[in-house]
């Protein structure tokens, strides 16, 4: 593709990639380094299907272009934040280093020049899914691939925003927290692929899509300051738990999956109680939520549903595709939607009614339109390049395509890659 009018023979280079979202079932929570972005404790999560949720990125480095510059979900943004200039640092380092090293004759004109990078989602910013974790994981692994860089990049996503290493894998993603004060051993490691357990479903019960209160960074950062729970889970509690969990997944053993994921979430949300003052992520719909996810088990006798809350009130639901439909209606009974609008988004999931006796096992007041809607899903591979070149965010100018405004609130795209 050509840029640049005045200099016919100058290319432009254009890659466009998609990242997932990821949803952790063992949780992140403190840093003992705020800069390299290195945890406390090791973190497990599942990704989850980029045909539901994802961030598309696409990258052109040209001769012609002044300065790097960023735009985000159609509004240009300061590329100047610390966190976008280390990756974007490192990246160029890792080019540059491939090039001495290994391949003196590798193409590098692009090395020197500047970056246009135009990123989006199709899910709600802020909304507590983890948008940071797609958008640092998409924009390391586009601009990797835009300046020829191979290799584990999760490092390097890793400073952007520390759950965004584990969005650089598909399916049950490990993220060790590491040792060494460089950080070089704090990586993400897929421990089985997205094909390993095709019957687990995720729905992601949307409560609200406002902006979180306290954000994770600030939020885990009073916490480390300031709560002893806090210390003790990250000594104590999670590195058996880590163990525990990887082996549930590596079993397919759904009740221990389910009920090592609700531990988790919480006492992830005790230390935030614990938190001085204290950080509140869970509102009146998330505990109606865990309370029907009780009642439910406990009217089948069984673990069939289990949920995990993030730094936000909605809810991500795991459980077993079988179960999937009577759950769902559930769902639909104690939280009613609104009539119109599809309340079910994603994997098709048939309308039915609730049974008799589920109905009064569970027994809650009906909390009218604390749902908005659902995200029906499943585990999903990691990054991935597009081919299509009519998917590019970014025109021929260097700037973004118009219809790449405002495309905030989008769930039912179609991967293209
Ligand atoms: C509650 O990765 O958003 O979602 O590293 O400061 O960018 P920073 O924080 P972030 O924290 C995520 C915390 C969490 C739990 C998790 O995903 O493990």
């Known amino acids: 593709m050509q840029i640049g009018h005045k200099d016919n023979m100058e290319k432009a280079h254009i ?30 999560s599942v990704t989850l299907h980029q045909d539901q949720l994802k961030t598309t990125t696409t990258v052109t480095t040209s001769k012609s272009f002044q300065e790097d510059r960023l735009w985000l979900n159609g509004k240009e943004e300061d590329i100047s934040h610390p966190r976008l200039q280390s990756c974007l640092r490192e990246i160029r380092r890792l080019a540059r280093k491939r090039r001495n090293d290994a391949d003196p004759d590798l193409d590098s004109t692009c090395l020197s020049h500047k970056v246009h990078i135009c990123s989006v989602n199709n899910f709600p910013t802020a909304a507590g899914l983890a948008s940071s974790a797609a958008g640092f994981a998409c924009l390391v692994y586009t601009l990797a691939q835009a300046f020829g860089v191979e290799g584990d990049l999760s490092g390097v996503a890793r400073q952007g925003s520390g759950s965004a290493c584990r969005s650089m894998y598909g399916g049950f993603v490990k993220w060790i927290m590491g040792h060494q004060s460089d950080g070089k051993d704090s990586v993400a490691q897929q421990v089985e692929p997205e094909t390993h357990w095709p019957e687990l479903r995720i729905l992601v019960l949307v409560a609200s899509a406002e902006r979180k209160p306290v954000g994770s960074t600030s939020g885990m950062q009073t916490s480390v300051q300031t709560s002893c729970l806090l210390k003790h889970r990250a000594e104590s509690v999670v ?14 053993d759904f009740t221990a999956f389910a009920e090592l994921t609700m531990k988790d979430s919480n006492q992830f949300h005790a230390t935030c109680l614990d938190t001085y003052p204290p950080i509140f992520y869970l509102n009146s719909v998330s505990h109606q939520v865990i309370n029907l996810v009780h009642r439910y088990n406990r009217h089948y006798g069984e673990t069939r549903v289990a949920y995990t809350f993030d730094a936000g ?4 639901i795991f459980t077993l595709q079988q179960h999937v439909l009577d759950f769902s209606q559930a769902v639909r009974h104690f939280f009613p939607p609104e009539t119109n609008g599809q309340f079910i988004k994603g994997l098709p999931v048939p309308q039915a009614d609730i049974s008799v006796e589920l109905k009064q096992a569970i027994g809650l007041e009906p909390m009218p339109k604390g749902i908005s809607y ?11 390049v597009v081919k299509d070149p009519t998917q590019h965010l970014l025109g021929p100018d260097g700037l973004p395509k118009r219809s790449e405004k405002h495309q905030d609130n989008r769930v039912e795209h179609k991967n293209v890659c």
């Not at 990242?19 to 090791?42: C, F, H, M, Q, T």
């Not at 009130?313 to 991500?316: C, E, F, K, L, Q």
């Not at 659902?374 to 991935?384: L, V």
Request: some cysteine.
């Open 239 to 252: 590195p058996g738990r880590m163990v525990e969990m990887i082996e549930a997944v590596r079993r397919k």
């Open 374 to 384: 659902i995200i029906s899903t499943k585990a999903g591979p990691g990054p991935c």
């Open 313 to 316: 009130p909605n809810a991500v």
């Open 15 to 44: 890659i466009t990639c998609t990242a997932p979202v990821n949803i952790a079932v063992v949780k992140y929570w403190g840093k003992r380094d705020e800069d390299l972005i290195l945890p406390i404790n090791s973190s497990l």
